[in-house]
C-alpha cells in the first residue's frame, strides 16, 4: 500500500537548520508530485512547499520562501525540506503529503508527521 | 493570496444530527476545492475533492457542494468517529491555502 514515513523532526535552537526526509513506498514516486504541509501547535494546516514529480517545479510559501528548500532524490523514492534560519514559529508537525494524481494538488495520501520544535 | 475563511469556528451536536459547514474563498476558486478531515493524534485526510467526489473510502453520509467562493461540506447523520476537525483547502492558485477549520464537537 502507499507509504510515506517522514524523519528527521527534533528540537533546535533558533536560527539553526534541520533536514526532513520523507521515505515514499507501494507506488511509482517518480511520477508524482509531493509537498510538505505543517500544522503548528494550536494552529490550523499551512502548506509549506511542492516539488513536481521531476523536481524542476518548486513552489513556496511565503513564510518559508528563501529559508527552506525542497529537493528530492528518486532514485531513493525520497523527499526532502532543508529548512534554515529555523524560528520559533516554523514549531510544528510537518507532513509529507502526495499530490492525488499528475498535476492534481489534492492531498492524498499523507504521511504519519514528524514533529519540529524550535526553542531556546 | 487565496483565502479560505471556514465558519462556524465550532459546531457542537449529538450523534445522529446532520452537521453543515461552510467554507468561504476570496475569490473564485471554481471547482477547484477539496475538504479534508484530521482527528486528534493522526494526519488529516482526503474526504471530498473538486467540490463534490468523495475520496476512496469515504461513506455516503459526506458530501460537499457549492461553486465559485461558496462551499458546503454536509455529513446526514453524525457517526461517533466523525467528531474531528474539518478543513477546506483550494488549489486554483499559488500559494495553496486551507481555511482555518471548523472543529465538529459531541454535545
Known amino acids: 500500500q502507499v507509504q510515506l514515513v517522514e524523519s528527521g523532526g527534533g528540537v533546535v535552537q533558533p536560527g539553526t537548520s534541520l533536514r526532513l526526509s520523507c521515505a515514499a513506498s507501494g507506488f511509482t514516486f517518480s511520477s508524482y508530485g509531493m509537498h510538505w504541509v505543517r500544522r503548528a501547535p494550536g494552529k490550523g494546516l499551512e502548506w509549506v512547499a511542492h516539488i513536481s514529480y521531476d523536481a524542476i517545479k518548486k513552489y513556496y510559501a511565503d513564510s518559508v520562501k528563501g529559508r527552506f528548500t525542497i529537493s528530492r532524490d528518486n532514485s531513493k523514492n525520497t523527499v526532502y525540506l532543508q529548512m534554515n534560519s529555523l524560528r520559533a514559529e516554523d514549531t510544528a508537525v510537518f507532513y509529507c503529503?502526495?499530490?492525488?494524481?499528475?498535476?492534481?494538488?489534492?492531498?492524498?495520501?499523507w504521511g504519519q508527521g514528524t514533529l519540529v520544535t524550535v526553542s531556546s | 493570496e487565496i483565502v479560505l475563511t471556514q465558519s462556524p469556528a465550532t459546531l457542537s451536536l449529538s450523534p445522529g444530527e446532520r452537521a453543515t459547514l461552510s467554507c468561504r474563498a476570496s475569490?473564485?476558486?471554481?471547482?477547484?476545492l477539496a475538504w479534508y478531515q484530521q482527528k486528534p493524534g493522526q494526519a488529516p485526510r482526503l474526504l471530498i475533492y473538486d467540490v463534490s467526489n468523495r475520496a476512496t473510502g469515504i461513506p455516503a453520509r459526506f458530501s460537499g457542494s457549492g461553486s465559485g467562493t461558496d462551499f458546503t461540506l454536509t455529513i446526514s447523520s453524525l457517526e461517533p468517529e466523525d467528531f474531528a476537525v474539518y478543513y477546506c483547502q483550494q488549489r486554483s492558485d499559488w500559494p495553496l491555502t486551507f481555511g482555518g477549520g471548523t472543529k465538529v464537537e459531541s454535545k
Open positions: 503529503v502526495r499530490d492525488k494524481a499528475y498535476g492534481v494538488y489534492w492531498f492524498d495520501p
Open positions: 475569490q473564485s476558486v471554481g471547482s477547484l
